[in-house]
């Protein structure tokens, strides 16, 4: 929690100090928006951790099918932004791959959990995960939103290599990964562009034909080791788009220097040590496995933004946790946090379930692990 709330003052501050500059006329206006997403979270965040996690595992299925029902609506009535992507409703307020982050982790760690030592079978484990995450991921890909996809893909096969596959499965999943989304990046247009400009970009970023690329560069560069101070940098002043969202990396680097980025570095290093400490106190396979997941999630979003403004991958659109403004995102990764930190009580809280889980009714003695079954009795 003390991570959770260093982080959160940390990425007020920097938000305020780049948002501002957007409308010097009403230079509040973006982090009296942040702050009430915030205060949101943090509501959210303090009463899912009142509620035993179990709870989680009986929603997943629900969770699910509302989840594929909004992602099937944003196709058909969602409002088309750049490029023609359909990715929000209402106005931008609703955004169901943001959902789909969350949902998907709680159903992946409920089903797993439910199939124990039979995830090592090829028709009891990879068929039906690939099945499962091809459809899901197939939605979000049609958006299109590659990069969401790619971060759900990836956390979901750490979660399936931690519930124990063996070699062959993970060979076989990593490149189905690679087939899957290297043939959905040459089939869209603006994907196809973000490589040619990453690949002109990796090694002369100074040069790069992306404005976004360009500018975080300098932005960088000029910081230094110390940066120019809090407040004074200059890039975000008309120069560096999206400053307030996907660039604020670049912000940090530009105003508190290397060592500044380092900390922020340093910050998701640390929460995500503690994530797996906690998802390795877990009593039962559910509680460890949404854990590393919640924690995987998490970090490899921060760290996905961090290495687009680095320039070490291409441009994804990924915001930084904590630090980039935007509501949906914000809610969810406290949400999801609000999880862990109940995980990290050990399931105890002033709300819970006892009702048999929903995967457990199906065939109990072959979904069930014993660590499970010991911790629900």
Known sequence: MVIIFILIGYGAVMQFSASYALNPAHPYRVIIKHG??????????????????????????????????????VLLIGEEGEGGA???????????????????IIYIAAWLASKG???????????PFGM??????????????????????????????VAGADLIQIAILLLSLAAAFGLAVTRQDYAIKRINQFLASFVAPWNSPDLQTRTG????????????????????????????????????????????????????????YRGVHIA?????????????????????????????????????????????YGGSNTLLIMAGLGILLNISKNGQGSFSLHAPALFRRRNRRARVSRAHRRSRS
Request: glycine share 10%.
């Open 117 to 127: 030592k039979k995830i090592s079978d090829l028709s009891m484990g990879l068929i």
């Open 36 to 73: 009430m997403w915030l205060a949101l979270g943090l509501t959210g965040m303090f009463l899912i951790m009142q509620v035993d996690y179990h709870l989680w595992q009986n929603l997943a299925i629900p969770a699910m099918m509302i989840t594929m029902i909004l992602l099937a609506l």
């Open 217 to 272: 560069y300098f932005a960088l560069k000029s910081g230094g080791l110390f940066g120019k101070g809090l407040a004074q940098g200059q890039y975000k002043l008309g120069h560096l788009p999206l400053i307030h969202s996907d660039s604020i990396f670049a912000v940090v680097g530009e105003e508190l220097g290397l060592l500044g980025a380092l900390v922020v570095i340093a910050l998701f290093l640390a929460l995500a």
């Open 280 to 324: 390795l106190q877990a009593k039962d396979d559910f509680g460890r496995l949404l854990a590393f997941g919640i924690t995987t999630w998490v970090t490899l979003q921060a760290f996905i933004n961090i290495a687009v403004i680095t320039v070490v991958i291409p441009n994804t659109g990924m915001p930084l946790p904590f630090f980039s």
């Open 132 to 161: 499962i995450m091809g459809f899901f991921l197939s939605l979000i890909i049609l958006e299109p939103d590659i990069s969401t996809s790619a971060l759900i893909a990836l956390t979901a096969i750490a979660m399936f290599i």
């Open 86 to 104: 359909r990715r929000h409703l209402r106005g931008g307020s609703i955004q169901p791959s943001e959902l789909a982050k969350l949902a998907i």
